[in-house]
T-cell receptor
Framework: GAGVSQSPRYKVAKRGQDVALRCDPI?????LFWYQQALGQGPEFLTY????????KSGLPSDRFFAERPEGSVSTLKIQRTQQEDSAVYLC????????????FGDGTRLSIL | DQQVKQNSPSLSVQEGRISILNCDYT??????FLWYKKYPAEGPTFLIS?????DKNEDGRFTVFLNKSAKHLSLHIVPSQPGDSAVYFC??????????????FGKGTRLSVIA
C-alpha cells in the first residue's frame, strides 16, 4: 500500500502479558518514529530509527518497552509485562530521509490492557 | 511542562465562516511547525507546515500564521466546511542536519463545523 500500515488495529491483553505491535513504513522511507497517544492527549514521542539504527529512545517510558527495525524497513514495538497504564493508541510515522518533514502517520494500534 | 499548548479543547463554527485554531509554544529552539488533522480511528494526516523563516504559509483554504516573538501560531480555515470537523493538532520540531527530531504535539482542538 501507499501509506504507513500498522497491525493489529486493536489489541486487548491481560495485565502482565507481552505484546508486539508492527509497523510497515512507506516504502523507501528512511526515518521511522513511534509515538504513544493517551486518551485526550496529543501523540508523545517514544523512539526514532534511521534505517536500522535506533538513534533516539529517550521517550520509552520504561525498560519494558523495546523497539527494533532489524532490516531498516518493518519495525516492531514490544511491551513486556504490560500494565494498565500502557493502554493507549500507538502510532507509527515515517519520513523519506533525515531532516525531512512532514512525518506520515499510520492509523495506529489501540492497545487495551485489562 | 507542555512545550506546545492548544488552550482551546473545542471550537464550533458555522459552515462558510472562518475557523481559527491557536497554538502557543515555549521552546525557542523550535523552528518548524506543522498542523495535523485527525478523524476518529485514523492516524493524524498532515495538513500544512511553516518554517520559522516565514510568517505565513497558504494552501488553498488553509493558512498558517507564525508570530515568533509571541511564540504563537494559528491555523485559519476559510470557508469552513462540514468535512473539516476533526481534531486538529499543532506540532513543532527542531531541525538538525544529522537527522530528524521528534515532533512535539499539543493536546489538540476539536473543530465542529455546523451546517
Amino acid at each position: 500500500g501507499a501509506g504507513v500500515s500498522q497491525s493489529p488495529r486493536y489489541k486487548v491483553a491481560k495485565r502482565g502479558q507481552d505484546v508486539a505491535l508492527r509497523c510497515d513504513p512507506i516504502s523507501g522511507h528512511v526515518s521511522l518514529f513511534w509515538y504513544q497517544q493517551a486518551l485526550g492527549q496529543g501523540p508523545e514521542f517514544l523512539t526514532y530509527f534511521q534505517n536500522e539504527a535506533q538513534l533516539d529512545k529517550s521517550g520509552l517510558p520504561s525498560d519494558r518497552f523495546f523497539a527494533e527495525r532489524p532490516e531498516g524497513s518493518v519495525s516492531t514495538l514490544k511491551i513486556q509485562r504490560t500494565q494498565q497504564e500502557d493502554s493507549a493508541v500507538y502510532l507509527c510515522a515515517s519520513s523519506p530521509r533525515q531532516g525531512v518533514q512532514p512525518q506520515h502517520f499510520g492509523d495506529g494500534t489501540r492497545l487495551s490492557i485489562l | 511542562d507542555q512545550q506546545v499548548k492548544q488552550n482551546s479543547p473545542s471550537l464550533s463554527v458555522q459552515e462558510g465562516r472562518i475557523s481559527i485554531l491557536n497554538c502557543d509554544y515555549t521552546n525557542s529552539m523550535f523552528d518548524y511547525f506543522l498542523w495535523y488533522k485527525k478523524y476518529p480511528a485514523e492516524g493524524p494526516t498532515f495538513l500544512i507546515s511553516i518554517s520559522s523563516i516565514k510568517d505565513k504559509n497558504e494552501d488553498g483554504r488553509f493558512t498558517v500564521f507564525l508570530n515568533k516573538s509571541a511564540k504563537h501560531l494559528s491555523l485559519h480555515i476559510v470557508p469552513s466546511q462540514p468535512g473539516d470537523s476533526a481534531v486538529y493538532f499543532c506540532a513543532a520540531s527542531v531541525f538538525v542536519n544529522s537527522g530528524n527530531t521528534p515532533l512535539v504535539f499539543g493536546k489538540g482542538t476539536r473543530l465542529s463545523v455546523i451546517a
